[in-house]
Nanobody
Framework: QVQFVESGGGLVQSGGSLRLSCAASKSISSAIITQWYRQGPGKERELVATITRSDRKVYAEFVEGRFTISKDVAKNSLYLEMNNLKPEDTAVYYC???????WGQGTQVTVSS
């Protein structure tokens, strides 16, 4: 199993930026895909971004070019650079890996208007 510890969340004003980090408990080099998800208040968990083993990146439509997913296999880490944040981006953000991913505690992102 691959467990994650997410960090980097916080309170930011609309239009601001944050960089989320995710430390994996073991190597992510064998993961087929690694992903960022989020769950807003009263909402279902939703996929934000995916990065494949070959570094292909796929984003949800709502990202609209504002976020960038990246990884550092040597550091067993996953990142999400978020710019031009909006109040609707307020959520707990989680990492996940396929296969063998285990949900962590997430990191809270709050965007004030």
């Amino acid at each position: 199993q691959v467990q994650f510890v997410e960090s980097g969340g916080g309170l930011v004003q609309s239009g601001g930026s944050l960089r989320l980090s995710c430390a994996a408990s073991k190597s992510i080099s064998s993961a087929i895909i690694t992903q960022w998800y989020r769950q807003g208040p009263g909402k279902e968990r939703e996929l934000v971004a995916t990065i494949t083993r070959s570094d292909r990146k796929v984003y949800a439509e709502f990202v609209e070019g504002r976020f960038t997913i990246s990884k550092d296999v040597a550091k067993n880490s996953l990142y999400l650079e978020m710019n031009n944040l909006k109040p609707e981006d307020t959520a707990v953000y989680y990492c996940y890996a396929v296969p063998d991913g285990v949900w962590g505690q997430g990191t809270q992102v709050t965007v004030s208007s």
